[in-house]
C-alpha cells in the first residue's frame, strides 16, 4: 500500500463497540480481568500498553516498512532507550553535528555512566572507518542534519556499522518516511521526534523507534519502555494519530515551498550562504538525490554581517514566528546559535527555518521585507 493510504487508515480501525469512524481515546489506567483471569483485549495496565499507543505503534511499524515500534513521551526519551537498550560501557559513534540533545545526552548523561561516544563528520566516510572499534555497538546516523543540512550516505554507513557488528540508527525526523526508507538503504533502528513532522501541529511531544526486525534489540527496548515508563498518555498518542493522517501532504506542500524559497534567496546577493540539500550548490546534493525522494521542508539560510544583524533581520518576521522546533503547519525561523549556547557548532550568522504551508508568496515577501 502508498504511505498515503497508509497514513489515513493503519491504527484507524472502526470502534467495534460504538462503530465510530474517529478513534475513541482510552483514559483507562487499568482494565479488568475476566473471571477466568484473562484480559479481554491483553491489556493489563497503561504503562505497559494502552489502545491508543498500540494503534500508533501500529501505524508507525507500517509507515517506515519495520516489524516492531515503540512509542515515547519524547524523541529524547526515544534516543535515551535505544542508547539503554545497548547495555553498559557501549561505544558509540556519532555525527559531530546531531540534534544538540542528542549530543548531550550521550556526553552528559550517559558518558558518567561509560557509554563511549566518538563524534565525527558522518559525510566523511574515512573518518567514520577510523572511528570504528570492535566493541562498538552504535552508529547513530542523523540526515538530513542539525543546523547545516549535511547529508549522511545511509547505505554506506549502515554497511560499515555492520562491517563491526555494530546497528545502524538513523533519526529520520527531518526527512520523514514520506522522503526517506532508512530500512530500505540498510538501517536497523528509526527514531522519530514525533513532536515535528509526524504531530505537524506543534501541540504534542512525542517520539518513537522502530525496528526493522522484532529481535533481541527491539525486546530490551520494549523492556526499557514498559518497565521505565516515559510513554505518551492516550491523548498524545491520539493527537500523533491525527497528525500522520495528513503528513504526506503536508511533508510534500512543505518541501515545495521550501525548495522555491532555497531557489528564491540563493539568488539574493544579500544572503551569504543557503543550505538546502535540494540546491545543485549543495555538497552532498548527490547523495542526497539517491535516498531521498525529495529534499524536505528544513533549510538554513546565513544572513547579516554579525549575530546581531542576524537575529534582527529574524526579528523583523511577520509570517515567520521565531521560535525553535519544526515540521509544524506555521513557517518558524531560529537563530540556532543562541538557543544552542556557546557550545554550538552553528555559524554566528546562521538563521535556520522551518517552512510551513502559508502561501510561497507570503514567505518570500515576509523575507524580503525583513532582509531590507
Ligand atoms: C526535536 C528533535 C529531537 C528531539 O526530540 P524531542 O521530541 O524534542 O525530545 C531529536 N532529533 C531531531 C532531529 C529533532 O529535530
Known amino acids: 500500500m502508498h ?8 491504527g484507524h480501525e472502526v470502534d467495534p463497540t460504538t462503530g465510530a469512524v474517529t478513534p475513541p481515546i482510552h483514559l483507562s489506567s487499568t482494565f479488568a480481568r ?3 483471569g484473562s ?3 491483553g ?3 497503561s504503562r505497559y500498553a494502552n489502545p491508543n499507543r498500540l494503534a500508533l505503534e501500529g501505524c508507525l511499524s507500517q509507515l517506515e516498512g519495520g516489524a516492531a515500534a515503540a512509542v515515547f513521551a519524547s524523541g529524547s526519551s526515544a534516543t535515551m532507550t535505544l542508547i539503554q537498550a545497548l547495555g553498559p560501557r557501549a561505544h558509540v559513534v556519532a555525527p559531530h553535528d546531531a540534534y544538540f540533545g542528542t549530543t548531550k545526552l550521550l556526553r552528559e548523561v550517559f558518558g558518567p555512566w561509560g557509554v563511549d561516544t566518538t563524534v565525527v563528520d558522518m559525510t566523511d566516510l574515512g573518518a567514520v572507518k577510523t572511528a570504528l572499534r570492535g566493541d562498538t555497538k552504535l552508529v547513530w546516523i542523523e540526515t538530513p542534519s542539525n543546523p547545516l543540512l549535511r547529508v549522511a550516505d545511509i547505505r554506506c554507513l549502515a554497511e560499515l556499522a555492520h562491517s563491526v557488528g555494530a546497528i545502524c540508527a538513523v533519526d529520520n525526523t527531518w526527512a520523514t518516511p514520506v522522503l526517506q526508507r532508512p530500512f530500505d538503504l540498510g538501517a536497523d ?7 515535528k513532522y509526524l504531530g505537524g501541529h506543534s501541540d504534542v ?14 525486546s530490551a527496548i520494549r523492556a526499557i519502555q514498559m518497565n521505565g515508563g516515559a510513554v505518551p498518555s492516550p491523548f498524545e498518542c491520539w493527537l500523533t494519530l491525527r497528525g500522520i493522517r495528513t503528513l504526506p ?7 515545495a515551498n521550501a525548495l522555491a524559497l532555497a531557489q528564491h534567496l540563493s539568488r539574493d546577493a544579500r544572503v551569504e550562504a543557503v543550505h538546502y540539500p535540494g540546491l545543485d550548490s549543495h555538497p552532498q546534493h548527490d547523495v542526497a538525490r539517491r535516498q531521498m525522494s525529495a529534499f524536505g521542508g528544513m533549510l ?14 529574524a526579528s523583523r518576521m511577520r509570517v515567520f514566528t521565531q521560535a525553535t522546533s519544526l515540521g509544524g503547519t506555521e513557517s518558524l525561523i531560529e537563530h540556532r546559535a543562541s538557543v544552542e549556547g556557546p557550545a554550538t557548532h552553528a555559524p554566528e550568522n546562521l538563521l535556520r527555518i522551518s517552512v510551513g504551508l502559508e502561501h510561497i508568496d507570503d514567505l518570500i515577501e515576509d523575507f524580503e521585507s525583513a532582509l531590507t
Open 3 to 10: 504511505i498515503e493510504t497508509l497514513a489515513v487508515h493503519a
Open 34 to 36: 475476566e473471571s477466568d
Open 39 to 41: 484480559y479481554r483485549a
Open 43 to 45: 491489556l493489563v495496565y
Open 189 to 195: 533502528i528509526v527514531m522519530h521526534s514525533s513532536t
Open 205 to 218: 511531544l512525542g517520539g518513537a523507534l522502530i525496528a526493522r526486525s522484532d529481535g533481541e534489540l527491539f
Open 249 to 255: 501532504w503536508r511533508v510534500r506542500a512543505q518541501t
Open 300 to 313: 538554513a539560510v546565513q544572513v547579516g554581517a554579525s549575530r546581531a544583524e542576524s537575529v534582527a533581520i
